[in-house]
Nanobody, 121 residues
């Protein structure tokens, strides 16, 4: 399975971005995609996860602002980010969940290359 994240950019606080994670090499319907982010000097942290048969799950800091969606026709998962804050600035990654704790990086593999999100105040 290969994943490619895109859609990052620079926005002012309160702005919006939509990240895309395009997958290949595995039926998309069987792929659970998670999103993580890593700010400079910090550990990679869980953001959200979507699954074809479960409700999306978000970390508390993004609930009500971020929303997940999927388009099976193009094998792509999306992370819509609204009301962005400077503390959302990070390199955002998507990855395939395999098993275990959905908030742990150890439960994922096939990490995409990351896309930079920068939010200015």
């Amino acid at each position: 399975v290969q994943l490619q994240a895109s859609g990052g950019g620079s926005v002012q606080a309160g702005g919006s971005l939509r990240l895309s994670c395009t997958t290949s090499g595995r039926p998309f319907s069987r792929t659970t995609v998670g999103w993580f982010r890593q700010a400079p000097g910090k550990e990679r942290e869980f953001v959200a996860i979507s699954n074809w048969n479960r409700e999306p799950y978000y970390t508390d800091s993004v609930k009500g602002r971020f929303a997940l969606s999927r388009d099976s026709g193009v094998s792509t998962a999306y992370l819509q980010m609204n009301s962005l804050k400077p503390e959302d600035t990070a390199l955002y990654y998507c990855a395939v969940w395999r098993r275990g704790d959905v908030t742990s990086t150890r439960s994922y593999d096939n990490w995409g290359q990351g896309t930079q999100v920068t939010v200015s105040s």
